[in-house]
């Protein structure tokens, strides 16, 4: 044959280039195939929230709920704690940069227009791909290892219904519920510090602060961490449906899916915030 | 194809035929075709490696063949809609191998999904039907434990009460005395048949256990590597003049020529 022929008159870097591209091929190809999938699950979980209750496979409510307890109210504390702290760092951050040019007065603007636009939803996001992105992934993950997705299969159970659409649903009212939560924490974080270091009355911030904000900005942020909410959940259950190899394969998927739905977290919110802003 | 005694006027639930399978480039499975009837024990029998879960997984629609049919309860399920074998799903109970119970619910709540999801009874009822099944697998009151709190063979017994709670028509059971010590292994062969007699189910078993296949099965058929040995009646794959059967059943190793120079090349690495 023509190819093996070939394949021997090749040297060593030739053939390690060849490698290199067939891998990087192959890992192409398999992150489109993760992509399709996950859009695949997305439409099911659309069929079977519209269409589940008129063939008598209704979407759980308990289930949602018992998700959005997990995702939203078991974050608030860790929500509130971050944000305030957040929120104070800006305000630093914000006036020392501000001093250089002897504009304090103005880092209201600065910090009301980045907490609501930008770092609520971003770090909102982040702290929940963390902390359920990961719960999710190895869940599923687990449950696939010990045979039970096929469980609820032969049951005739389907595992998106029940496994995909109750945390997805969840995930998208809770993500902005939080989000807006750690808007006004953070912006009371922000406000305590400055009215402290510019001599600025509490109300006389908050004042300026809703001057400033427009409800164009709100959604900007809250519209966010709506798409947010769905990249957590898809790469959490793309990842955690694909895992092979016992226990340790479980720590992997889960350590991929964080870190796949942060990336995905921060380059969707640049491409949103360039779409947006033009 | 030589038939059991009694069962071969008995219709047909399960038919396979001509069934081949790959996991990628690999076959895994090779032309092969069996017969259940009803209310009979039908054990699938082979080594680690011989494609038996694999044979099973494909009864189950739970992976689409490359080629050959597979009929349950008369339905062709290569060829259904997801929504012709949702009916099918509720006939059929299948205790997996590790019992696959669902590890974030109780054994009481495990064995009410399938009934939540598939009957309009009131919430007294089916616990009531739960405790039935518990009782009759000999875990009565064991229903608000969690799976992570029981025992191997406390596991496999509500694995299979889940199996049985909708009275299902087929029994499926994955290596269900496997892992066991032999008093409680043979415990759930006759908790199996118990079953069968009790609910008039048919089940298939596959297994791996020798003693446990020729202690309950009525009919039985033997895999290696993804093809069929001998099908039959205990006796007849018993008497079989099949070597590699014999091979099996009596446990005898396979004892290969050694080449002393391959040998030496191999452990050198060379």
């Known amino acids: ?278 | 194809m030589v038939t059991a005694t009694g069962n071969s006027d008995r219709p047909v639930l399960v038919e396979v035929e001509h069934l081949v399978t790959h996991y990628g480039t690999n076959k895994i499975l090779d032309d092969v075709s069996l017969k259940v009837h009803e209310g009979e024990v039908f054990v699938i029998m082979g080594g680690s490696g011989s494609g038996k879960s694999t044979l099973l997984r494909y009864i189950l629609a739970l992976s689409r063949p490359t080629s050959g049919t597979i009929r349950v309860l008369g339905r062709d399920i290569v060829n259904s809609r997801p929504s012709e074998l949702y009916e099918l799903r509720k006939k059929i109970g299948v205790s997996f191998q590790s019992g696959a119970l669902f590890t974030s619910m109780s054994v009481g709540e495990n064995l009410i999904l399938p009934l939540r999801e598939h009957t309009d009874l009131d919430r007294k009822t089916m616990e009531i039907m739960a405790r039935l099944k518990l009782e009759v697998v000999g875990l009565a009151g064991f229903e608000n434990l969690m799976p992570a709190e029981l025992s191997g063979g406390m596991l496999k017994r509500a694995a299979l009460a889940r199996a049985v709670v909708m009275d299902p028509k087929l029994l499926f059971c994955d290596e269900p005395s496997s892992g066991l010590d032999p008093i409680v292994a043979a415990a759930i062969d006759e908790l199996i048949l118990r079953l069968r007699d009790a609910l008039g189910m048919t089940v298939v078993i596959v297994t791996h256990q020798l003693e446990s296949a020729f202690e309950i099965a009525d009919r039985m058929v033997v895999l290696d590597s993804g093809k069929i040995l001998v099908t039959g009646t205990i006796e007849e794959v018993r008497n079989t003049t099949n070597e590699r059967v014999q091979q099996l059943l009596n446990r005898r190793v396979d004892v290969h020529e050694l080449d002393p120079e391959a040998y030496l090349k191999r452990l050198t690495g060379s």
């Open chain 1, 1 to 278: 044959m023509p190819a093996e022929g070939q394949q021997q008159t090749l040297n060593g870097a030739a053939r390690r280039a060849q490698d290199a591209l067939e891998r990087a091929g192959r890992a192409t190809i398999d992150g489109i195939s993760a992509f399709g999938y996950g859009a695949a699950l997305f439409f099911e979980s659309l069929f079977w929230i519209v269409r589940g209750r008129s063939i008598r496979q209704p979407v759980r409510l308990s289930m949602v709920f018992e998700e959005m307890m997990q995702i939203g109210i078991l974050a608030l504390p860790i929500v509130t704690v971050l944000s305030l702290t957040i929120g104070v760092m800006l305000a630093i951050q914000g006036i020392y940069t501000l001093s250089l040019f002897g504009a304090e007065s103005r880092v209201t603007v600065g910090i009301a227009l980045s907490v609501v636009r930008e770092f609520s939803p971003l770090i909102t996001g982040i702290l929940v791909a963390g902390r359920s992105g990961s719960a999710l992934a190895a869940r599923l993950g687990t449950m696939s290892i010990n045979q039970e997705i096929d469980a609820l299969r032969v049951m005739g159970i389907n595992p998106v219904r029940f496994l995909v659409v109750p945390p997805l649903v969840a995930m998208i009212v809770m993500l902005p519920a939080l989000t807006f939560w750690s808007d006004l924490v953070a912006l009371f974080g922000a406000g305590v510090y400055v009215s402290l270091d510019l001599e600025m009355s509490l109300s006389a911030y908050s004042d300026r602060v809703i001057e400033v904000l427009t409800v164009d900005d709100l959604l900007h942020g809250l519209g966010k961490s709506v798409i947010f909410a769905g990249l957590i959940t898809l790469v959490a259950v793309v990842n955690g449906a694909g895992v092979t190899g016992g226990a340790e394969g479980v720590g992997r998927v889960t350590t991929r899916a964080v870190v796949q739905s942060i990336a995905a977290i921060v380059i969707t919110d640049m491409l949103f915030v360039f779409v947006m802003t033009r």
